[in-house]
């Protein structure tokens, strides 16, 4: 499966934006690899912890995070959802991505430096989705392997206990034109992973499948 950002000019195009992550394009359009039916479209939100240990406060939807119809891709069978247009709707799911006051502390060419964006979204799902694939089944090859995520999310997800044991809701925010929405929506998709029950709902456990 392979995890793509959905852009960080909102709702809009990028392409005649020109500054990342800080104008909203002015076209309405989606980013591509995200908008292909054989990706998943991975979005942003920011998350705002209190206490110590800190502790998850509230979650939005990143005002920057890309999202909303395809103009040029047919709606999948799997996309089961009533948001979705009569083509394919963007994003699937989506991750912390901060925003420019917040984000990832990483090294960089050795050195310490704060960045955001989907961008980090996607490869956070990544790795979240190598733990989760982990526990599947093992195929021919011997090697443990669920196949595409987005079919086992949508269909997962149409169980209203399933859902809520395997995802955040997002509900707060916008990303421009589209807002966050009880449920499937555009800026956050399902919203983001409780990796252990959505682990736990797609394979029964949540520890590695080993060969035998």
Known sequence: TFFASSGDAGSGCSAVVGINGVLLGPIPAQEYPAASPHAVAVGG??????????????????????????????KPAWQNVSLA????AVTDVSAQSGDLL????IISAGQSTTVGGTSLSAPLWQGMWARINAAGPLGRDGVANLGFANPLIYRNNANAAAYARSF??????????????PGYDFP?????PRVDGLMLSLTGKTTPTVRR
């Open 45 to 74: 939100t920011v998350l705002y912890t209190t206490g110590t240990p800190a502790a998850r406060e509230r979650e939005i939807a990143w005002t920057h995070g890309g999202g909303g119809p395809s103009y040029v891709y047919a």
């Open 85 to 88: 247009a009569a083509k394919r």
């Open 102 to 105: 917040s984000g990832y502390n």
């Open 168 to 181: 955040n809701d997002i509900t707060l925010g916008a990303n421009g034109l589209y807002p966050a929405l």
């Open 188 to 192: 956050t998709g399902w919203g983001t």
